[in-house]
Nanobody
Framework: QVQVVESGGGLVQTGGSLRLSCTAS????????VGWFRQFQGKEREGVSC????????WYSDSVKGRFAISRDNAKNSLYLEMNSLNPEDTAMYYC?????????????????WGQGTQVTVSS
């Protein structure tokens, strides 16, 4: 049974940093591309970042490029998101997701496995 668990969310002030972590089990982690999505209140999930199975290729949304950094450790079945220069517009529930199929990285429907999410709140 596949299980994806996020951690690391919390409350931070504007300009602060957080590091999200995600651990997956029950799948061949290093065969999957993995990504982070976020969901604002009342909105659909949007892609934040994705990293290819080998870690050599990464993608970012324009809104986080230059502030967030995605990385993975296949030996630990883990994915990370380093978030810097946070602002209130980053406040959302953040989800980790894994996929084997192709297509645009930011399309949530292409991901097979999802975590329950971790809340990030940035105060002004």
């Amino acid at each position: 049974q596949v299980q994806v668990v996020e951690s690391g969310g919390g409350l931070v002030q504007t300009g602060g940093s957080l590091r999200l972590s995600c651990t997956a089990s029950g799948l061949n982690f290093d065969a999957y591309a993995v990504g982070w999505f976020r969901q604002f209140q009342g909105k659909e999930r949007e892609g934040v970042s994705c990293i290819a199975w080998g870690g050599g290729t990464t993608w970012y949304s324009d809104s986080v490029k230059g502030r967030f950094a995605i990385s993975r450790d296949n030996a630990k079945n883990s994915l990370y998101l380093e978030m810097n220069s946070l602002n209130p517009e980053d406040t959302a529930m953040y989800y980790c997701a894994a996929r084997k199929r192709g297509g645009w990285w930011g399309q949530a429907s292409t991901y097979d496995s999802w975590g329950q999410g971790t809340q990030v709140t940035v105060s002004s």
